[in-house]
Protein backbone atom coordinates (compact mmCIF):
# COMPACT_ATOMS: atom_id res chain seq x y z
CA UNK A 1 0.00 0.00 0.00
CA UNK A 2 1.27 3.63 -1.00
CA UNK A 3 1.40 5.75 2.27
CA UNK A 4 2.89 8.58 3.73
CA UNK A 5 3.78 8.96 7.78
CA UNK A 6 3.03 11.54 9.77
CA UNK A 7 4.40 11.92 12.83
CA UNK A 8 7.45 13.46 15.27
CA UNK A 9 8.57 12.52 18.79
CA UNK A 10 9.61 9.58 19.77
CA UNK A 11 5.87 7.53 20.13
CA UNK A 12 5.41 7.76 15.77
CA UNK A 13 8.70 5.78 15.90
CA UNK A 14 7.64 2.22 16.71
CA UNK A 15 4.92 3.01 14.08
CA UNK A 16 7.29 4.16 11.47
CA UNK A 17 9.65 1.00 11.48
CA UNK A 18 6.68 -1.19 11.59
CA UNK A 19 4.96 0.41 8.46
CA UNK A 20 8.02 0.14 6.80
CA UNK A 21 9.17 -3.59 7.64
CA UNK A 22 5.74 -4.41 6.66
CA UNK A 23 6.48 -3.88 2.91
CA UNK A 24 4.11 -1.08 2.45
CA UNK A 25 5.68 1.74 0.29
CA UNK A 26 6.41 5.04 2.24
CA UNK A 27 6.10 7.88 0.03
CA UNK A 28 7.05 10.36 1.78
CA UNK A 29 7.38 11.00 5.96
CA UNK A 30 6.58 13.84 6.97
CA UNK A 31 7.12 15.74 10.63
CA UNK A 32 8.45 18.90 12.56
CA UNK A 33 11.07 20.80 11.14
CA UNK A 34 14.79 20.62 13.14
CA UNK A 35 15.15 23.00 15.71
CA UNK A 36 17.56 24.12 18.24
CA UNK A 37 17.61 22.06 20.90
CA UNK A 38 19.47 21.46 24.43
CA UNK A 39 22.14 23.83 26.30
CA UNK A 40 24.01 24.81 22.76
CA UNK A 41 20.41 24.72 21.12
CA UNK A 42 22.20 23.10 18.33
CA UNK A 43 19.82 22.33 15.13
CA UNK A 44 18.45 18.90 16.13
CA UNK A 45 15.97 16.98 14.09
CA UNK A 46 13.16 15.08 15.68
CA UNK A 47 12.90 11.54 16.51
CA UNK A 48 10.94 10.47 13.37
CA UNK A 49 12.95 12.53 10.79
CA UNK A 50 16.16 10.76 12.49
CA UNK A 51 14.73 7.47 12.04
CA UNK A 52 13.38 8.03 8.44
CA UNK A 53 17.09 9.41 7.36
CA UNK A 54 17.98 6.31 8.48
CA UNK A 55 15.55 3.77 6.62
CA UNK A 56 16.65 5.70 3.58
CA UNK A 57 13.00 7.55 3.38
CA UNK A 58 12.07 11.00 1.81
CA UNK A 59 11.26 13.61 4.60
CA UNK A 60 9.56 16.68 4.13
CA UNK A 61 9.27 19.14 7.11
CA UNK A 62 6.48 21.68 6.31
CA UNK A 63 6.19 24.64 8.97
CA UNK A 64 2.42 24.72 8.97
CA UNK A 65 -0.05 23.17 6.35
CA UNK A 66 -3.52 25.01 6.72
CA UNK A 67 -2.33 28.04 4.68
CA UNK A 68 0.48 26.84 2.66
CA UNK A 69 -1.11 25.85 -0.51
CA UNK A 70 1.32 24.42 -2.54
CA UNK A 71 2.46 21.37 0.65
CA UNK A 72 -1.35 20.54 0.48
CA UNK A 73 -1.20 19.92 -3.20
CA UNK A 74 2.35 18.10 -3.03
CA UNK A 75 0.36 16.04 -0.26
CA UNK A 76 -2.37 15.42 -2.89
CA UNK A 77 0.00 14.78 -5.93
CA UNK A 78 1.61 11.64 -4.05
CA UNK A 79 -1.39 9.90 -5.37
CA UNK A 80 -2.03 8.25 -1.60
CA UNK A 81 -3.27 4.87 -0.33
CA UNK A 82 -3.35 6.46 3.32
CA UNK A 83 -2.37 8.26 5.20
CA UNK A 84 -1.13 7.19 8.86
CA UNK A 85 -0.43 10.56 11.55
CA UNK A 86 0.94 9.74 15.06
CA UNK A 87 1.65 12.96 17.21
CA UNK A 88 2.46 15.18 14.15
CA UNK A 89 2.20 18.47 16.10
CA UNK A 90 0.03 20.15 12.86
CA UNK A 91 -3.72 20.38 11.90
CA UNK A 92 -4.41 18.75 8.77
CA UNK A 93 -6.63 20.85 6.59
CA UNK A 94 -9.79 19.43 5.07
CA UNK A 95 -8.21 18.85 1.46
CA UNK A 96 -5.21 16.82 3.16
CA UNK A 97 -7.95 14.69 5.11
CA UNK A 98 -9.60 13.85 2.02
CA UNK A 99 -6.55 13.27 -0.40
CA UNK A 100 -5.77 9.79 0.50
CA UNK A 101 -8.00 7.02 -1.02
CA UNK A 102 -8.67 5.85 2.54
CA UNK A 103 -8.11 8.91 3.98
CA UNK A 104 -5.90 9.77 7.52
CA UNK A 105 -5.40 7.01 10.16
CA UNK A 106 -4.29 8.64 13.50
CA UNK A 107 -2.82 6.50 16.23
CA UNK A 108 -3.99 7.72 19.88
CA UNK A 109 -2.76 7.05 23.17
CA UNK A 110 -6.29 6.51 25.02
CA UNK A 111 -9.15 4.38 24.49
CA UNK A 112 -11.28 7.12 22.59
CA UNK A 113 -13.87 8.82 23.11
CA UNK A 114 -12.07 9.15 26.58
CA UNK A 115 -8.93 11.70 26.98
CA UNK A 116 -9.30 13.31 23.82
CA UNK A 117 -6.65 15.88 23.19
CA UNK A 118 -2.61 16.25 23.37
CA UNK A 119 -2.14 14.80 26.67
CA UNK A 120 -3.86 11.74 27.21
CA UNK A 121 -0.99 9.29 28.68
CA UNK A 122 -0.62 11.86 31.39
CA UNK A 123 -4.32 12.65 31.95
CA UNK A 124 -5.15 9.22 32.80
CA UNK A 125 -2.41 8.39 35.63
CA UNK A 126 -3.42 11.81 36.86
CA UNK A 127 -7.34 10.81 37.22
CA UNK A 128 -6.42 7.23 38.35
CA UNK A 129 -7.53 4.99 35.73
CA UNK A 130 -7.24 2.04 36.18
CA UNK A 131 -7.09 1.20 32.11
CA UNK A 132 -5.96 2.73 29.21
CA UNK A 133 -4.81 1.86 25.46
CA UNK A 134 -4.35 2.69 22.13
CA UNK A 135 -7.34 3.90 19.40
CA UNK A 136 -6.80 4.27 15.96
CA UNK A 137 -9.50 6.27 14.57
CA UNK A 138 -10.68 7.49 10.53
CA UNK A 139 -9.46 11.21 10.85
CA UNK A 140 -11.94 13.97 10.14
CA UNK A 141 -11.99 17.64 10.95
CA UNK A 142 -12.80 17.53 14.64
CA UNK A 143 -10.34 17.09 17.76
CA UNK A 144 -9.71 13.11 17.75
CA UNK A 145 -13.49 12.61 17.02
CA UNK A 146 -13.30 10.46 14.02
CA UNK A 147 -14.47 7.14 13.69
CA UNK A 148 -12.49 4.41 15.38
CA UNK A 149 -11.31 1.38 13.31
CA UNK A 150 -9.60 -0.81 16.25
CA UNK A 151 -8.74 -0.41 20.10
CA UNK A 152 -6.67 -2.35 22.65
CA UNK A 153 -6.36 -1.71 26.37
CA UNK A 154 -3.95 -1.88 29.35
CA UNK A 155 -3.65 -2.14 32.66
CA UNK A 156 -2.46 0.70 34.30
CA UNK A 157 -0.28 -0.13 37.54
CA UNK A 158 -0.23 2.00 40.74
CA UNK A 159 3.61 2.79 40.24
CA UNK A 160 3.03 3.39 36.10
CA UNK A 161 4.70 6.23 34.80
CA UNK A 162 4.21 8.40 31.68
CA UNK A 163 7.18 7.24 30.24
CA UNK A 164 6.53 3.79 30.72
CA UNK A 165 3.15 3.83 29.65
CA UNK A 166 4.49 5.68 26.80
CA UNK A 167 6.73 3.24 25.26
CA UNK A 168 3.90 0.16 25.93
CA UNK A 169 1.47 2.33 24.03
CA UNK A 170 3.71 3.08 21.23
CA UNK A 171 4.22 -0.50 20.60
CA UNK A 172 1.02 -0.99 20.53
CA UNK A 173 -0.15 1.77 18.06
CA UNK A 174 2.66 0.04 15.38
CA UNK A 175 0.74 -3.09 15.82
CA UNK A 176 -2.33 -1.73 15.18
CA UNK A 177 -1.47 0.53 12.55
CA UNK A 178 -0.04 -2.74 10.44
CA UNK A 179 -3.47 -4.80 11.48
CA UNK A 180 -5.93 -1.73 9.97
CA UNK A 181 -3.96 -1.65 6.65
CA UNK A 182 -4.54 -5.09 6.16
CA UNK A 183 -7.98 -6.02 8.01
CA UNK A 184 -9.40 -2.17 6.96
CA UNK A 185 -11.97 -2.87 10.06
CA UNK A 186 -15.52 -1.47 9.52
CA UNK A 187 -15.38 2.26 11.32
CA UNK A 188 -17.66 2.86 14.60
CA UNK A 189 -18.38 5.99 15.48
CA UNK A 190 -17.49 7.44 19.03
CA UNK A 191 -20.06 7.34 21.77
CA UNK A 192 -21.24 10.59 22.86
CA UNK A 193 -21.20 9.93 27.08
CA UNK A 194 -17.81 9.42 28.15
CA UNK A 195 -16.00 12.29 26.82
CA UNK A 196 -13.47 13.92 28.34
CA UNK A 197 -10.22 16.31 27.30
CA UNK A 198 -6.53 15.83 28.08
CA UNK A 199 -5.41 19.22 27.62
CA UNK A 200 -1.88 20.45 26.75
CA UNK A 201 0.34 20.45 29.60
CA UNK A 202 3.01 22.97 30.30
CA UNK A 203 6.24 23.35 32.90
CA UNK A 204 3.88 25.15 35.88
CA UNK A 205 1.88 22.20 35.99
CA UNK A 206 4.91 20.42 37.31
CA UNK A 207 4.40 22.81 40.16
CA UNK A 208 3.84 20.09 43.97
CA UNK A 209 0.57 21.87 46.03
CA UNK A 210 1.54 19.91 49.33
CA UNK A 211 -2.28 20.51 50.47
CA UNK A 212 -3.17 17.81 47.74
CA UNK A 213 -3.96 14.25 49.08
CA UNK A 214 -0.96 12.34 49.22
CA UNK A 215 -2.13 9.91 46.41
CA UNK A 216 -2.83 12.37 44.32
CA UNK A 217 1.14 14.12 44.58
CA UNK A 218 2.05 10.40 43.59
CA UNK A 219 0.12 10.30 40.62
CA UNK A 220 1.37 13.80 39.35
CA UNK A 221 4.87 12.52 39.53
CA UNK A 222 4.06 9.40 37.92
CA UNK A 223 2.69 11.16 35.36
CA UNK A 224 4.54 13.86 34.57
CA UNK A 225 7.67 11.55 34.33
CA UNK A 226 9.53 12.44 32.09
CA UNK A 227 7.65 15.55 31.19
CA UNK A 228 7.04 18.32 32.32
CA UNK A 229 8.16 16.92 35.46
CA UNK A 230 7.34 17.62 38.90
CA UNK A 231 9.09 20.15 41.48
CA UNK A 232 8.74 21.85 44.59
CA UNK A 233 11.60 24.69 46.41
CA UNK A 234 13.90 23.63 49.49
CA UNK A 235 15.12 27.29 50.64
CA UNK A 236 14.25 29.09 47.61
CA UNK A 237 16.21 26.79 45.20
CA UNK A 238 14.15 24.52 42.43
CA UNK A 239 14.03 20.77 43.85
CA UNK A 240 12.82 18.42 41.05
CA UNK A 241 10.80 15.61 42.51
CA UNK A 242 12.06 12.60 39.88
CA UNK A 243 10.49 9.69 42.19
CA UNK A 244 8.44 9.63 45.29
CA UNK A 245 5.72 6.98 46.84
CA UNK A 246 2.79 6.99 49.70
CA UNK A 247 4.49 6.38 53.18
CA UNK A 248 2.81 6.76 56.43
CA UNK A 249 2.50 10.19 58.43
CA UNK A 250 0.84 13.35 58.91
CA UNK A 251 1.29 16.99 59.51
CA UNK A 252 1.56 20.23 58.39
CA UNK A 253 1.81 20.29 54.11
CA UNK A 254 4.83 20.54 52.80
CA UNK A 255 6.37 19.50 56.07
CA UNK A 256 9.97 17.01 55.75
CA UNK A 257 8.38 14.13 58.34
CA UNK A 258 11.59 12.29 59.00
CA UNK A 259 14.99 11.27 58.32
CA UNK A 260 13.88 9.35 54.81
CA UNK A 261 12.35 12.57 53.43
CA UNK A 262 9.14 11.67 54.04
CA UNK A 263 6.60 14.59 53.05
CA UNK A 264 3.16 15.39 54.86
CA UNK A 265 0.95 16.25 52.37
CA UNK A 266 -2.84 17.38 52.94
CA UNK A 267 -3.83 13.90 53.67
CA UNK A 268 -1.22 11.16 54.23
CA UNK A 269 2.65 11.02 53.42
CA UNK A 270 4.72 10.70 50.58
CA UNK A 271 8.13 9.85 50.54
CA UNK A 272 10.79 11.37 48.15
CA UNK A 273 13.01 8.45 46.75
CA UNK A 274 15.08 10.58 43.68
CA UNK A 275 15.55 14.22 43.32
CA UNK A 276 17.24 16.58 41.66
CA UNK A 277 18.92 20.25 42.15
CA UNK A 278 19.52 22.99 39.36
CA UNK A 279 22.93 21.76 37.74
CA UNK A 280 23.30 18.97 39.22
CA UNK A 281 22.53 15.46 38.77
CA UNK A 282 19.60 13.41 39.49
CA UNK A 283 20.30 10.79 42.84
CA UNK A 284 18.78 8.49 45.12
CA UNK A 285 17.15 10.47 48.04
CA UNK A 286 19.45 8.90 51.07
CA UNK A 287 22.72 10.21 48.52
CA UNK A 288 21.18 13.38 47.99
CA UNK A 289 21.00 13.87 51.91
CA UNK A 290 24.25 12.91 52.54
CA UNK A 291 25.49 16.23 50.45
CA UNK A 292 22.34 18.13 51.34
CA UNK A 293 21.64 17.74 54.98
CA UNK A 294 17.35 18.38 55.19
CA UNK A 295 16.42 17.95 58.78
CA UNK A 296 12.74 16.89 59.78
CA UNK A 297 10.50 20.00 60.29
CA UNK A 298 12.06 21.62 57.31
CA UNK A 299 8.81 23.29 55.16
CA UNK A 300 9.40 22.73 51.24
CA UNK A 301 7.42 25.01 48.74
CA UNK A 302 7.18 27.58 51.01
Not at 92 to 113: E, F, V, W, Y
Not at 171 to 181: E, K, Q
Request: charged content about 15%; some cysteine.
Amino acid sequence: MRVAFMGSPDFAVPALCALHDSGHFIAAVYCQPPRPAGRGHTIQRCPVHAEANRLGLPVRTPARLRTDLQAQADFAALDLDAAVVAAYGLILPQAMLDAPKRGCLNIHASLLPRWRGAGPIQAAILAGDVQTGVTIIQMDAGLDTGDMLISQSIHITATATSATLHDQLAGIGANLIVRVLTESPTPLAQPTEGVTYAPKLMRSDGRIDWTKPADDIDRQVRAFDPWPGTFTTLGGSVLKVLAATPALGNGVPGTILDKLFTVACGAGAIRLTRLQMPGRSPLPADTFLRGHPVPPGTLLGA
